[in-house]
């Protein structure tokens, strides 16, 4: 449904008492997401029926949705767990909530930037591996050898992370 004044999609109307995979769904997670987020208190636990399953609301969705588009951006853990107590009281400044933001901005800039260099490094190899034969190939040379990279930073050299 569209909301006619600005074009918007409409949030569907969910019902308080969801299930667990009722949850996942709306909130486009996977159910050990939010047994995980539960665990280490991203999620506030949910109420349980008297038969034991648990049952999940509307500020549930809420805070899984804020959660998921935070880790689409980048955010980690820690970041959110700050970012969702601030959220939990609108009287503070949001001073704090735009450091946490700045300091994610310059993560995600570095990380362009290393990936820049990486792109750089690649597009050397292949167009100095003009060659036949794997003997000659530069390609295989370079990673077999890191003192042929010229990148001047080695941003995402993971030995022994296999």
């Known amino acids: 449904m569209t909301d006619q004044r600005n074009g918007r999609q409409k949030p569907r109307e969910l019902p308080q008492d969801l ?11 996977k159910v050990e997401t939010i047994r995980y987020y539960e665990r280490i208190g991203l999620l506030p636990t949910a109420m349980r029926t008297a038969s034991g399953y648990r ?6 969705v809420e805070r899984l949705a804020f959660i998921r588009h935070s880790r689409e951006l980048g955010f980690h853990l820690t970041a959110i767990r700050e970012l969702l107590a601030l959220s939990d009281d ?4 949001c ?12 993560e995600v800039e570095t990380r362009i930037a290393s ?16 060659t036949d034969r794997i003997a000659d190939c530069r390609v295989i040379r370079v990673l077999a050898d890191h003192a042929n990279c010229l990148a001047d930073e080695h941003p995402h050299d993971h030995r022994g992370m296999e």
């Open 19 to 29: 299930t667990i995979g009722a949850l996942g769904k709306a909130a486009g997670v």
């Open 55 to 60: 049952v999940y609301g509307r500020q549930h």
């Open 90 to 93: 609108p009287n503070r400044s």
């Open 95 to 106: 001073a704090e909530a735009d450091r946490i933001a700045q300091a994610q901005l310059r």
């Open 115 to 130: 990936l820049q260099a990486l792109q750089k490094e690649l597009k050397r190899m292949i167009a100095q591996c003009q």
